[in-house]
């Protein structure tokens, strides 16, 4: 049915505390029915809110938390690029100090249902389910915390 948007739950809203980031490796398929690789992570601020990025740095691609495994600034304001120490605007994703000054990370959409924190709008890769396994309405898939 067209319209229809799958949710995948990524982690229990408990899991993240305010102020905390946590990355999720996951896999995406693509528009060839291939499975790629698909890294991101998940915010929940300090005002409660939950937001996800796709975990690439704009300015070379690496991970943000390379290095130190930290998403933050020293002063934990903003989403911070651990190669190169670009910054980044926490609700926007937009670059404001570094070397890839106003290009973004790429946002993720997510919705807090449940008490879970699901990604939508995406199709990730679900693992096989064997006639063996008890069926459910619920989707399985894969993630490795980063």
Same mark, same amino acid.
């Given at each position: 049915?067209?319209?229809?948007?799958?949710?995948?739950? *990524?982690?229990?809203?408990?899991?993240?505390?305010?102020?905390?980031?946590?990355?999720?490796?996951?896999?995406?398929?693509?528009?060839?029915?291939?499975?790629?690789?698909?890294?991101?992570?998940?915010?929940?601020?300090?005002?409660?809110?939950?937001?996800?990025?796709?975990? *690439?740095?704009?300015?070379?691609?690496?991970?943000?938390?390379?290095?130190?495994?930290?998403?933050?600034?020293?002063?934990?304001?903003?989403?911070?690029?651990?190669?190169?120490?670009?910054?980044?605007?926490?609700?926007?994703?937009?670059?404001?100090?570094?070397?890839?000054?106003?290009?973004?990370?790429?946002?993720?959409?997510?919705?807090?249902?449940?008490?879970?924190?699901?990604?939508?709008?995406?199709?990730?890769?679900?693992?096989?389910?064997?006639?063996?396994?008890?069926?459910?309405?619920?989707?399985?898939?894969?993630?490795?915390?980063?």
């Amino acid at each position: 049915m067209q319209g229809d948007v799958s949710l995948y739950v *990524i982690c229990a809203l408990d899991s993240l505390e305010r102020g905390q980031a946590a990355p999720f490796s996951l896999s995406r398929v693509t528009d060839e029915g291939e499975a790629r690789p698909f890294s991101i992570f998940v915010v929940r601020t300090e005002s409660d809110q939950c937001v996800g990025y796709v975990n *690439i740095c704009p300015h070379q691609g690496s991970w943000l938390n390379i290095g130190d495994g930290r998403f933050f600034s020293e002063d934990g304001q903003r989403l911070r690029c651990g190669r190169h120490k670009a910054e980044f605007d926490l609700e926007t994703g937009v670059c404001v100090k570094g070397p890839c000054v106003d290009k973004m990370i790429e946002p993720v959409a997510l919705v807090v249902m449940d008490g879970d924190v699901c990604l939508c709008g995406v199709k990730l890769a679900e693992e096989e389910i064997s006639d063996d396994d008890d069926l459910d309405e619920t989707m399985e898939i894969m993630i490795h915390p980063g």
